[in-house]
C-alpha cells in the first residue's frame, strides 16, 4: 500500500522558518523523482520544488528560489523541505508528490498546513 506522510506544517510568523518532511513507504522510493507542491485557497496547485531520484539535483519556482532547500534520504524513504525567511503568501497545504518518468505515476500525500501569519 502506497503512502506519503507529510509533516512539519503549522503557524509560523513573517520571516520564520519550518522543515516539512514526507515519509514514503509501499514504492521503490529511489526511482521516483520526488517534488513538493503546494496550494493556495482560490489558486491552483503549484510546483515549489524538485529533486531527481539518483542525482539529487533539485529545482525550485522563481518563488522560493534561495529561501527553500529540497533534500531526500533514499534510505529512510524521505524527502524534505526546509523553508526560511517565510512570507504571508506562502501560506497553502504543502503536497508531497512521487513521480516516476519512465511510466508516468504519481503518487500524492494529504498535504500539510502551512500558515505564515503574524
Not at 529561501?67 to 524513504?77: A, E, H, L, P
Not at 519512465?102 to 503518487?107: A, E, F, Q, T
Amino acid at each position: 500500500q502506497v503512502q506519503l506522510v507529510e509533516s512539519g506544517g503549522g503557524l509560523v510568523q513573517p520571516g520564520g522558518s519550518l522543515r516539512l518532511s514526507c515519509a514514503a513507504s509501499g514504492f521503490t522510493f529511489f526511482w521516483y523523482d520526488m517534488k513538493w507542491y503546494r496550494q493556495a485557497p482560490g489558486k491552483e496547485r503549484e510546483l515549489v520544488a524538485a529533486i531527481t531520484k539518483t542525482e539529487g539535483t533539485a529545482t525550485y519556482a522563481d518563488s522560493v528560489k534561495d529561501r527553500f532547500t529540497i533534500s531526500r534520504d533514499n534510505v529512510k524513504n524521505a524527502v524534505y523541505l526546509q523553508m526560511n525567511s517565510l512570507k504571508p503568501e506562502d501560506t497553502a497545504v504543502y503536497y508531497c508528490n512521487a513521480h516516476r518518468q519512465s511510466s508516468g505515476l504519481d503518487y500524492w500525500g494529504q498535504g500539510t498546513q502551512v500558515t505564515v501569519s503574524s
